[in-house]
């Protein structure tokens, strides 16, 4: 007798506002920061997405990430379209189990978008568990000795941590009923942390299986250093420089763009794209640190599709290759040159569209001005210069 095989989802809740990790430095919420380069909604998916049992991924998001989510530009066939997540992570499990209930799946998982570095064998290893048990967790066994004090000030006693385990995620169950068990939950008045919980409530068998010290969940502003470190590993890192120049001369119209700000001005700046001299030379820089050629070789000027393109997209691009080698940029120094527009009063509004175009703290970045002292084609105000130099850390090769 043929056995059909078990239809899986997995849904990812990425609804929450990440306040416990935001810093004066970073505006973007957790789960769209970028940990070795990839933002970490993505790396989350993309370990679901590698497991081949899995049938569906369901992405919750908040309502006001929709274009965050979008940028993360996600394509694969067993990637359903993002659902709204509700007001706490509970809430955003339950919209996610409402909109796969007409999937009928056998099977669903459920996992914090936050726990990135979850692995195909701890998936494994919850789907086998479902074989004999109505939920199943990875947890871990507790290193800290644990106090009870109601008060949150006084000890009242200690607990036995042998008998105590941490949870993590992805936690997965019998779809039916844990749906069932979840709409049940929504009718109380108390708010459940995690989904076993709930399991339990309902009075559900769950398993534990084992968890590992990696897939910590992303929460406090120093989560993300060990990320960084879990990513490179023990990896020797060196450094490398790259420097960029640019030129582009005036033509008729009334502004210009540099640094990814448009800045009024009597005349436009003439080329391909948007012409952003600033954000070229830097583009440049970038590529030539890690020797990945230059700028026209990634968007040919013959190529229609970059005509007025913005450049930030030729900025995020060369980021990107810097991630991919599993490196970062330490910093980067841009000169412009020109009599006209007044650059100085930009420069912060520069930083943060380039600062976040790559992923990076805005002092990591530099902005200078100067004139030619009316010398030459910039003294004429006939175009602007722009020259760059990027640091980039990327892993020695060996
Ligand atoms: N209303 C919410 C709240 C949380 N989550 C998700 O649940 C996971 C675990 O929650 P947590 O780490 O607490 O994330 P936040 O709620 O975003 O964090 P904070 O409490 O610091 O704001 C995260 O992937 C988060 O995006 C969700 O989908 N919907
Ligand atoms: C689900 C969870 O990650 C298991 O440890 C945890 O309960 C989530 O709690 P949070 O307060 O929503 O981060």
């Keep these: 007798m043929s056995t059909r095989p078990k239809f899986i989802a997995a849904i990812i809740v990425a609804a929450g506002k990440g306040e416990r990790a935001q810093t004066g430095d970073f505006a973007e919420p957790k789960q769209y920061r970028r940990v070795g380069g990839r933002p970490v909604l993505a790396r989350t998916i993309d370990a679901f997405l590698a497991h081949p049992g899995i049938s569906a991924v369901v992405p919750v998001i908040h309502v006001d990430h929709a274009e965050r989510y979008q940028a993360?530009?996600?394509?694969?066939?067993?990637?359903?379209?993002?659902?709204?997540?509700?007001?706490?992570?509970?809430?955003?499990?339950?919209?996610?189990?409402?909109?796969?209930?007409?999937?009928?799946?056998?099977?669903?998982?459920?996992?914090?978008?936050?726990?990135?570095?979850?692995?195909?064998?701890?998936?494994d290893a919850v789907i086998s568990a479902l074989a004999s048990h109505d939920g199943a967790l990875p947890t871990l066994p507790l290193t800290d000795t644990i106090k009870r004090a109601p008060d949150g000030q006084v000890v009242l006693t200690t607990e036995d941590r042998r008998t105590l385990f941490a949870a993590q995620t992805p936690q997965g169950f019998r779809f039916g009923q844990m749906f069932s068990a979840h709409m049940r939950a929504a009718t109380v008045r108390r708010e459940f942390t995690d989904d076993a919980e709930i399991a339990e409530w309902a009075g559900l068998r769950v398993a534990m299986t084992a968890g590992d010290r990696n897939n910590f969940k992303i929460t406090h502003p120093e989560d993300f250093r060990r990320a960084e470190r879990h990513i490179s590993g023990d990896k020797a890192m060196e450094t490398r420089v790259g420097t960029g120049f640019d030129v582009h001369p005036f033509e008729p119209g009334d502004a210009v763009w540099l640094g990814g700000v448009r800045i009024e001005h009597t005349a436009k700046l003439k080329g391909h794209s948007d012409a952003d001299v600033a954000l070229h030379a830097l583009t440049d820089a970038i590529l030539g640190s890690i020797g990945e050629g230059d700028i026209g070789v990634h968007f040919p000027p013959s190529d229609m599709q970059w005509r007025g393109a913005a450049s930030t997209l030729f900025l995020k691009h060369a980021g990107d290759l810097v991630a991919k080698r599993g490196g970062r940029i330490v910093n980067?120094?841009?000169?412009?040159?020109?009599?006209?527009?007044?650059?100085?009063?930009?420069?912060?509004?520069?930083?943060?569209?380039i600062s976040q175009t790559l992923g990076i703290k805005p002092d990591r970045v530099a902005i200078k001005a100067t004139t030619s002292e009316r010398l030459g084609f910039t003294g004429r105000e006939e175009g602007i210069v722009a020259m760059a130099s990027a640091s980039v850390e990327v892993p020695r090769d060996e």
């Excluded at 379209?81 to 209930?101: F, H």
Aim: aromatic share 2%.
């Design 72 to 123: 993360l530009s996600l394509a694969d066939e067993r990637l359903r379209d993002p659902v709204p997540g509700g007001a706490s992570r509970q809430a955003s499990v339950l919209e996610g189990l409402k909109a796969i209930a007409a999937l009928r799946p056998d099977l669903v998982l459920i996992q914090d978008a936050a726990r990135p570095f979850v692995t195909v064998e701890q998936i």
């Design 332 to 353: 980067l120094d841009v000169t412009i040159v020109c009599e006209a527009p007044r650059i100085a009063k930009h420069v912060p509004a520069m930083c943060t569209v």
